[in-house]
């Protein structure tokens, strides 16, 4: 809903209100688990399924409210205010009755998943937030000055209980029928028996900012502006004695009962715009400045939801812990947790055993970049126009996870592969892990775009373009909890210190190009035919082993690639001996080309590329006007897209591939059978159980999904 309202010729209102609520439904989650639980295949792969009930839902609620009101007072000031709320609201739903999730392998691999999915209990996240702007301008001649202050106010609220209906992990359906022992716990549960209330934070970002257009000659303006930015915390915070006490590495401590100190950011700005020959068929323009933004707030409210405070911290027991000895499969996981305060903490002030901690480094700032470009547009002959684009990217204040409960490593491990290993990984032991929200500088982005536009005089118009991009980080925060983003990361050492390598967000080549042609006939009738295409390569990935090599805890090894097949040691495996193995696992190498250039070297993080994708979009416009005798046009308007039409002609075309090696983005062909260390090195079996299966998993295939199959809408729109 929309109102205009005229004040008077000086004063402009208009206000606007949105509601949108979407439902959408999804798989369980592929492979994640409480701490301390390493991560295999799958739970819906060619040896393992997941039952429905283990699927869930999302019912998204978007609701906004905008005001905004602009002012003339005389030929040269004039004010724009802008005032907005929305709501946002994301809620899981499930089909299951409140149960256990259970995770039952066979031959240490996943095998059946069943039970409410284990995120997703009472999973709900909601967003107010207020914004408030006001710009005025100025019009001084060859200066337009403006000026402003912005103001938003961000609540949010966070119940993410993991594991809320607790989690179980068995080694084969024999154990579980059996009622013996599992081999992976978890759950997160509120206090006293009640649900815990998730977390919330009430946060700000003020700014205040000038800016100055200067047309210094008539084919010449320079922009040049500075803003002061400042995040405010509203919240008051409390203290966990239990936690605070807890002392990590390097003397480290992680602090629930408050936030970073509020500064203010400086972010200075310049541009400009030159028509070099004054008749816009040639113009260059460019600048450069610095920009703060935002972050996914889920990351600040990890810190109440894991003070203990609110919740228990996340309970993760993996294989080997000794809680798991005589624990009985319970289907009631609020009777359970009351009937064992031995292990289950029942109000606020003792932890857990392998409690999950987080918090916000005092010293974090809001992610900032600097970023640099330059463009040029060029008028060509026979009415095209070329455009061209570079733009460059610093990162100044990126951000990262880091665990203060990760241990000094032990030593290198011996041989080639000469990474660091860990006998023990924690400070703490009884800790689970203590995650850090903090800042690195590490990380930059650069792309080159070449663009051509055609516009003819019949109707006909079209446009190509190439883009490179390269970018480097050192990690994309993978997940929402702390531990997730962290542990799903990857990296030949300490997850603490990852190396700079590719972003997983860019792939350096994409080609985007569109025709369309409009034909108006008989007075009433206009049809539109448009194409447009794209091709890129569809993502990056990573070589890692199936499990742990480095005795950290965590499956995120990056891979070490022999430089000869004799270089790395088998151990006979499933029937096929450690010859075998080495000699499919280097012919394996051999027909990869990244990997073959990696020989002797360690893979690098989404080092390697996916397969192009060329895809073809297309779009019918009918269109059936007449003003019936009035001085406003009416337009009845049918449209017609097929997607991906590509694939409606070869089920071929425009489809993604699947890798069955692949665990989201790691590429997986070696499992370590034996770990290494100072005095010896590890050694390998192929992810595979028989050399036949590991070599139909080298090959790849068409992903199954709506993504790679071709689909049509029907639109129907009334335009007056």
């Known amino acids: 809903a929309r109102i205009d309202w005229n004040i008077s010729k000086n004063h402009k209102f208009t206000i606007r209100y949105n509601d949108v609520v979407g439902t959408s439904d999804q798989q369980t989650n592929a492979n994640s688990g409480p701490p301390n639980n390493t991560r295999y295949s799958g739970r819906i792969s060619k040896q393992s399924l997941a039952f429905s009930n283990a699927f869930y839902g999302f019912k998204n609620t978007v609701r906004s409210l905008t005001g905004e009101l602009n002012s003339s007072f005389g030929s040269k000031i004039s004010n724009k205010f802008l005032a907005s ?341 924690k400070v703490i032991s009884s800790i689970s892990n203590a995650m850090e929200l903090t800042n690195t500088n590490k990380g930059y982005q650069y792309s080159f775009t070449a663009q051509l536009t055609k516009n003819f005089r019949n109707g006909l118009a079209g446009m190509f373009a190439y883009t490179y991009t390269m970018a480097k980080d050192i990690t994309s925060n993978p997940g929402s909890a702390a531990y997730s983003a962290y542990s799903s990361n990857t990296s030949r050492g300490s997850l603490n210190n990852p190396e700079l390598s590719y972003s997983g967000f860019a792939t350096p080549h994409k080609l985007v190009g569109n025709v369309s042609y409009r034909i108006e006939y008989a007075n009433h009738f206009a049809t539109t035919f448009s194409m447009v295409y794209q091709g890129f390569q569809t993502g990056r990935l990573t070589y890692t082993y199936y499990n742990d090599v480095n005795g950290d805890g965590i499956s995120s090894d990056i891979m070490y690639i022999p430089i000869n097949r004799y270089e790395l040691e088998f151990a006979d495996y499933k029937g096929m001996t450690a010859v075998e193995q080495r000699d499919a696992f280097w012919n394996y190498v051999n027909n990869n080309d990244y990997l073959k250039s990696r020989m002797g070297k360690y893979a690098e993080r989404f080092g390697d590329l996916e397969p192009w994708l060329h895809r073809f979009d297309a779009k019918i416009l009918q269109d059936i006007y007449s003003n019936f005798g009035t001085s406003r046009k009416y337009t009845l308007q049918v449209s017609i897209d097929l997607l991906n039409a590509g694939n409606l002609i070869n089920d071929k075309w425009g489809t993604y591939t699947l890798n069955p090696l692949a665990n989201y983005d790691n590429v997986r062909p070696l499992r370590v059978a034996t770990k290494g260390d100072g005095n010896s090195k590890p050694v390998y079996t192929l992810n595979a159980s028989s050399l036949s299966e590991f070599e139909s998993n080298t090959v790849l295939s068409k992903d199954l999904t709506t993504a790679s199959t071709w689909g049509c809408l029907l639109g129907l729109r009334l335009i007056f």
């Open 85 to 425: 709320y929305t709501f946002i609201q994301d809620t899981r739903t499930s089909n299951s009755d409140l149960f256990p999730f259970v995770d039952i392998y066979k031959d240490g691999d996943q095998y059946m998943s069943f039970g409410y999915e284990l995120f997703s209990y009472n999973n709900d996240v909601q967003n107010k937030t207020l914004s408030i702007t006001d710009n005025l301008t100025v019009n001084l001649n060859r200066h337009t000055l403006t000026a402003g202050a912005s103001f938003d106010r961000l609540f949010f609220l966070n119940s993410y209980i993991r594991e809320g209906t607790s989690y179980y992990r068995y080694a084969s359906m024999d154990d579980f029928i059996g009622g013996l022992d599992p081999i992976g716990f978890g759950v997160t549960y509120g206090y006293n028996g009640e649900d815990a209330p998730g977390a919330t934070g009430t946060f700000g970002f003020a700014a205040v900012y000038a800016q100055d257009e200067w047309q210094i000659i008539p084919r010449f303006k320079l922009t040049y502006g500075l803003r002061l930015e400042m995040p405010l915390y509203f919240d008051e915070m409390d203290d966990n004695p239990a936690i605070s006490e807890l002392t990590f590495l390097n003397g480290a401590k992680v602090d629930v009962s408050s936030w970073p100190k509020s500064q203010v950011v400086m972010s200075p700005r310049l541009g400009f715009n030159w028509d070099v020959k004054g008749d816009r068929s040639l113009q260059v323009r460019g600048g450069t400045g610095v920009f703060t933004g935002l972050l996914p707030f889920v990351w600040f409210t990890n810190q109440p939801t894991n003070s203990g405070l609110i919740q228990v911290p996340e309970i993760g027991w993996g294989p080997g812990n000794t809680n798991l000895s005589g624990l009985e499969f319970h289907p009631d996981y609020k009777e359970f947790i009351a009937s064992r305060p031995d292990l289950f903490p029942q109000s606020p002030g003792n932890l857990p055993n392998n409690a999950s901690l987080a918090h916000v480094s005092k010293d974090f700032k809001f992610p900032q970049i600097w970023r640099s470009n330059i463009g040029v547009d060029v008028e060509l002959p026979w009415g095209m126009i070329f455009t061209g684009e570079a733009m460059f990217s610093k990162d100044i204040n990126a951000v990262k996870q880091i665990n203060l409960n990760l241990a000094d490593p032990t030593g290198i491990m011996q041989g080639t592969d000469s990474r660091p290993y860990w006998t023990t990984s």
